[in-house]
């Protein structure tokens, strides 16, 4: 198993991410492609004590930020790092990328130089996320497309529901829902009202529609949505857990008697930090691409990644992508959807 | 000030709503005129020794079901205690009317029994949601309306901005944020792009364009939102602190130690349980509306319909119905949308 890391994307690049990658090196035993400037990626190794061991470097000069445009990776910024990543993966140089740099352009980058799985019409972004069942759910699409139409939802619910049926494992089929403002069929606007009715006749383990309100319950394991929404719903969930989060922390600080307080109940806080921290799971796979490219959180650090490296290693195994093009192949019109 | 209350709406009717009214009315001084069977509201208090002083009743013999359709309440449930008190509400019977039950029905109900303010095209559902800087913003809109146009909008913006800045009061303009997918301009779809545009123009205190994620941190007074994305913005911000608080009540009931620790950090618990908590701002405004309706949320206890009449006073009060007719009438063609 050989993984791809955009050493020069995200918050804590570059230090973060080579601890990350190495960490991944030596608990699982994979090769690293650490892409990036070779040299400043061996002097912040060595200043730091990290190993480099089982890990080569893919020299790129160049570095694409959060405020650069997405299609600057294929144009001024060609030769940045993230680029580079997706040009070995394209080329076959290992099995899958995982970057926690610029978002729009990782899908950009990865429509155009890895390219989508022939039929699949649009790349979505894909996050696991918590719930209270301790299982995540699927958020598809979490912020790739803003504009949607029906069949690229009904093709979400497909990619989404392969992928999460490999997760689950033991057989389970994965359940499928509709993100929608009411769970009464006909809710919504006419996208939701056009998706819910191809997503029920697709043979998919289809639950229909679910509220917002019912995702961190787990109400299903992959959800639908178009981008925008999705993207609302994700940070929704990030910004409410932080300010919760927060005031937690202010409430076991108040005094002598909440810090003691503090003592006691530590190990819960702690697994409660973890259950909400959506980092656990690694990062968000981009379905629809035609080899594994997983985005890291911007703020990534050493251990995300490496659980990030760890996922883009079993969404390599999985065979996930076989499966998909293999259905889109079968489907037939009603989901090869055009331009 | 008298207010009038759907005493058959929401999961706790009748008898949650009665207790709550009866509170209203007995600490602030308000007449109340509940709408509902007159023998069941009469029966109701007595057995639960709720005193009906300073409270009439306005006899309706229906009730309107969350399993409704919105239309119903203009036809086979026209004679609902929800209709009733809408009827009693455009007949100038009451300054305010509150209701916990169903929300489209009760959007459908404003709009064609007490009739949008003339200009405004849409009515919009604005509920105040907690931050963590103890003070709420206003999210317009979070249901009413799935499917949006610019133009609407910047109607919201506009109805946002009058309402929140007399919330704010000491003459601070309400500062106005568009929800997107980004910050940057240019973010989001065309709905997004056209109404960052005509907000940008329109004179109002406007921030540009806000990400979820930062909602909860006070990032501005009001969000402006299509229906769909508000609605999965409030109900996401629900979910996940309804998950949150759960896992911390598990946190706190493990076993001895952690009893113990939940006395010492109750007060600090239980003040952000508060914080938290939707129903301490009293449920959300239907603005548009010719006259003032408060949504109050379907599980309202008697506190949070108590917090509701107290809303729907201030709302009256306020003059902000007169302030939208006059923006609406002085902002020429821009603001005044036809069907």
């Known amino acids: 198993m050989k993984v791809i890391v955009d050493a020069f994307g995200g918050d804590n ?40 061991e089982n890990i080569a470097v893919a020299d790129a000069p160049g570095v694409i930020t959060m405020e650069d445009g997405p299609k600057s990776i294929l144009k001024e910024h060609k030769d940045c790092s993230m680029a580079e990543g997706l040009r070995r993966l394209a080329a076959g140089e290992g099995d899958a990328f995982v970057s926690a740099g610029n978002t ?54 497909h990619m989404g529901s392969l992928y999460m049926t490999k997760v689950l494992g033991g057989g389970r089929t ?10 009464e069929e006909g809710k919504g606007g006419d996208l939701q009202h056009d998706a819910y009715h191809l997503i029920r006749e697709s043979g998919l383990r289809f639950v229909g529609n679910v509220e917002a309100r019912d995702l961190p319950f787990h109400i299903a394991d992959v959800i639908v949505a178009d981008g925008f929404s999705g993207n609302v719903a994700l940070k929704m969930m990030e910004g409410t857990a932080d300010v919760l989060m927060g005031f937690i922390r202010e409430i076991f600080t108040a005094g002598w008697a909440s810090k003691l307080a503090y003592l006691l109940v530590k190990p819960g806080l702690r697994a409660l930090k973890r259950k909400m921290d959506t980092s656990e799971y690694g ?57």
Not at 174 to 183: D, I, P, R, S
């Open 104 to 157: 729009g352009a990782l899908i950009m980058g990865a429509t155009f130089i890895v390219k989508r799985i022939r039929g699949v019409s649009r790349a979505a972004l894909a996050p696991l996320m918590p719930t209270n069942a301790g299982v995540p759910f699927m958020l598809i699409d979490a912020g790739a497309n803003v504009d949607c139409r029906p069949e690229m939802l009904l093709q979400f619910a």
């Open 13 to 52: 690049a570059p230090l973060e991410i080579i601890r990350g990658a190495a960490q991944a090196a030596r608990e699982y035993g994979y090769e690293i492609l650490l892409a990036g400037r070779e040299r400043e990626i061996r002097e912040t190794a060595e200043k730091n004590g990290v190993s480099l």
């Open 174 to 183: 994965a359940q499928v829902g509709l993100l929608n403002v009411g769970t």
């Open 283 to 339: 990062g968000a796979p981009l379905l629809g691409v035609a080899r594994p490219v997983i985005k890291a959180h911007g703020n990534s650090g050493a251990a995300a990644i490496k659980n990030a490296v760890r996922v883009a290693a079993e969404f390599s195994r999985a065979g996930v992508i076989e499966d998909i093009a293999a259905a889109v192949r079968s489907a037939g019109p009603e989901t090869a959807v055009g331009e």
